[in-house]
Nanobody
Framework: QVKLVDSGGGSVQAGGSLRLSCEAS????????MAWFRQAPGKEREGIVV????????WYADSVKGRFRISQDNAKNTVFLQMNSLKPDDTATYYC?????????????????WGQGTQVTVSS
């Protein structure tokens, strides 16, 4: 059973940056699908980044495109989400997720393993 551990959240002012980490217990990073989701209070969980196995071009939601960037360290089974130019609308709990594939997708039902979540709060 794969386990995912999210970390790196915190509180920043608008325009600031944070880097989230997702460490997998097994070699999940280079196999199958991985993704980052976020969920703001009162809203549905939304997929913001989908990472393809084998180094394919990641998919980014329009809301984060150009500001967020994925990187990964396969040797450490870890993916990173670099978040720049943060906005108050980015405030949410962020989750990494893993699931079988390809094909990969950005909807919740695709993923069967979730991190515990890490809180990101952006103040104006």
């Amino acid at each position: 059973q794969v386990k995912l551990v999210d970390s790196g959240g915190g509180s920043v002012q608008a325009g600031g940056s944070l880097r989230l980490s997702c460490e997998a217990s097994t070699d999940t990073v280079s196999r199958g699908c991985m993704a980052w989701f976020r969920q703001a209070p009162g809203k549905e969980r939304e997929g913001i980044v989908v990472i393809l196995p084998g180094g394919g071009t990641p998919w980014y939601a329009d809301s984060v495109k150009g500001r967020f960037r994925i990187s990964q360290d396969n040797a450490k089974n870890t993916v990173f989400l670099q978040m720049n130019s943060l906005k108050p609308d980015d405030t949410a709990t962020y989750y990494c997720a893993a699931g079988p594939g390809p094909p990969c997708a950005s909807f919740v039902e695709k993923y069967n393993t979730w991190g515990q979540g890490t809180q990101v709060t952006v103040s104006s």
